[in-house]
């Protein structure tokens, strides 16, 4: 089926690539990884015809004992995840053309190994096979980090590999514990246990069984105060790295609180909704605070993250259709903001040689079409109307007013912070007098580095000025969450969707 291929041409593009010259690994590593995204393409219409059920579904025995699963399949939440993940790698695979010198063929390697990674996650079906994936993805980001990376990238590489470990570990206790209760690992046959009331789980077992599975994704989000690892991590990751962990890698955790914290343990996650959504909301407004001081670029766009996805974790926890719409929406629309500005922030380092924003000044004399583009980035970023990520805070902030109006009004604090920020970093490193080293050394975006950022910016206004094209599939995959987690849905689904279900 083509979503087994999807999913293991990644796999096979890695070890072929650990054979491979050099001289033609880059060629070999985007063209491969091109042809991946025009077949991942296909995945579409057929999701889109029924998107709230699962699609492309294979289920076989990988394991005979204990019966582990591989169980695979994609439906309006994971598809447009999978093809933001598609889309992304040969983008990394570009920005890192000339940047990456070293160990080519293993640097490219281990990003089609992530990209088999995150693939898994996003379409695994049965829990230890999602457990295996989500481990998978831990490895060539650590040698990302580790190899490819700054100074300290060794002490950011080992931070995040322990942060995250630490998460699975939580993770796997429950997941274990599913299974001494179930007898199964299979998604599906334990959410029909549970809602059936097959499986008897005391209110405490509940509980403890979500909090394990939350702090694991709430690391990975991340979500304040589990946050320090992020910072560091991007900004000693090489451009590629700091692309793929924004715009992918962080939205492993919020899939996994949509996808299994909600549906599973629906009672405890209503029970706890109000102290995470005090800690999204905490998140939201530290965030951008810290950002506003932050000297080094990478470390401003690495908080603003803790300040975006703190809306989402917002409206996944507002348990209404407006807010766990914006919140998947959100996810999509921070991947392309968030991960067009680590390109860019990229181009910038590749040139000047620093992140320092005390180092620039003046860009936009010597590189006026880099400064247009960074500035249509920075204001999709803090949510300007027209450009995508005003559609995903628009939801997010309706559904928390329905679910409690003053997460609203603590969340608006952080949109209003979020243009402060930015618009000061694209003030002081773009605009004023140009210092000799900006003029002697920043030239203007090349053709190469123009090709893989217009993706991103024809996504920018796409689903800013049509969400349409996104919205009814995500619509009709959460509605069936939110009937599953026995909330009542305060928005009815789009006619077209309802009809397609």
């Known amino acids: 089926m083509i979503l087994n291929t999807i999913l293991f041409l990644p796999l096979l593009g890695f070890l072929m690539l650990l054979f491979m010259h050099q001289r033609i690994a880059r060629q070999f590593a985007l ?11 296909s995945l579409i219409w057929p999701v889109l015809a029924n998107p709230g059920d699962m699609s492309f579904v294979t289920n076989t025995i990988w394991v005979a004992y204990p019966e582990i ?10 598809l447009w995840l999978v093809i933001l993940t598609t889309l992304l790698t040969p983008l990394a695979i570009l920005v890192s053309w000339k940047y990456i010198r070293d ?16 693939i898994g996650v996003f379409v695994s079906l049965d829990m230890f096979l999602f457990y295996v994936f989500w481990e998978v993805c831990l490895v060539p980001m650590y040698f990302l980090i580790g190899i490819w990376g700054h100074d300290r990238r ?11 470990m630490a998460g699975s570990v939580l993770m796997l206790a429950a997941i274990i514990w599913l299974y001494l209760k179930t007898g199964t690992f299979d998604y599906f046959a334990i959410l029909n246990q549970i809602r059936s009331g097959q499986v008897a789980i005391s209110p405490l077992e509940q509980t403890l069984m979500f909090l394990a599975f939350f702090f694991s994704f709430a690391i990975k989000v991340p979500l304040f105060p589990l946050h ?67 000297p080094n670029m990478k470390k401003l766009v690495a908080y603003s993250s803790v300040s975006h996805l703190g809306f989402v974790v917002l409206g996944i926890f507002s348990f209404n259709q407006q807010g766990l719409d914006g919140a998947v929406y959100q996810m999509l629309n921070h991947g392309i903001s968030t991960g067009a500005l680590f390109m860019l922030v990229g181009y910038l380092y590749e040139r000047q040689h620093s992140l320092e924003i005390k180092d620039y000044g003046g860009v936009a004399t010597p590189a006026p079409i880099l400064t247009t583009i960074f500035v249509i980035t920075t204001l999709a970023s803090i949510g ?23 997460w609203a009004v603590g969340a608006a604090v952080g949109v209003i912070l979020s243009a402060c920020y930015m618009l000061w970093m694209v003030q002081r490193t773009f605009y004023g007098e140009t210092p000799d080293s900006v003029a002697h050394h920043v030239t203007d975006i090349g053709k ?50 309802a009809n397609a279900r």
């Not at 063209?31 to 991942?40: A, H, K, N, Q, Y």
């Not at 699963?69 to 994971?78: A, N, P």
Request: contains cysteine; proline residues 4%; charged residues 10%.
């Open 69 to 78: 699963r591989f169980h695979i399949g994609l439906d309006g939440l994971s």
């Open 384 to 406: 300007l109307p027209t450009l995508n990520n005003f559609i995903g805070e628009y939801l997010v902030l309706q559904g928390a007013a329905q679910a409690n109006f003053g």
């Open 103 to 118: 160990r080519v063929t293993l640097y490219y390697g281990y990003l089609l190994l992530l990209e088999f990674g995150l």
């Open 154 to 164: 060794i002490y950011a590489a080992v931070k995040f590999f322990l942060y995250t």
């Open 228 to 294: 320090t690892w992020l910072p560091d991590a991007h900004v000693e990751a090489p451009t590629a790295g700091s692309v793929m962990l924004a715009s992918v890698m962080l939205k492993m955790g919020t899939y996994g609180l949509v996808r299994f914290c909600l549906p599973l343990f629906p009672e405890a996650a209503r029970a706890n909704a109000n102290w995470i959504a005090g800690l999204a909301i905490v998140g939201i407004i530290y965030g951008a605070l810290v950002a506003m001081v932050q």
């Open 448 to 497: 190469r580095e123009f090709i893989a950022i217009a993706p991103l910016l024809v996504l920018m206004v796409w689903m800013g000025m049509y969400s349409q094209s996104f919205l009814p599939a995500v619509s009709a995959s959460n509605a069936k969450i939110l009937e599953q987690t026995k909330v009542q849905a305060t928005r009815s689904v789009p006619a077209e969707v």
């Open 31 to 41: 063209w491969f990884s091109l042809g991946i995204f025009v077949s991942s393409l």
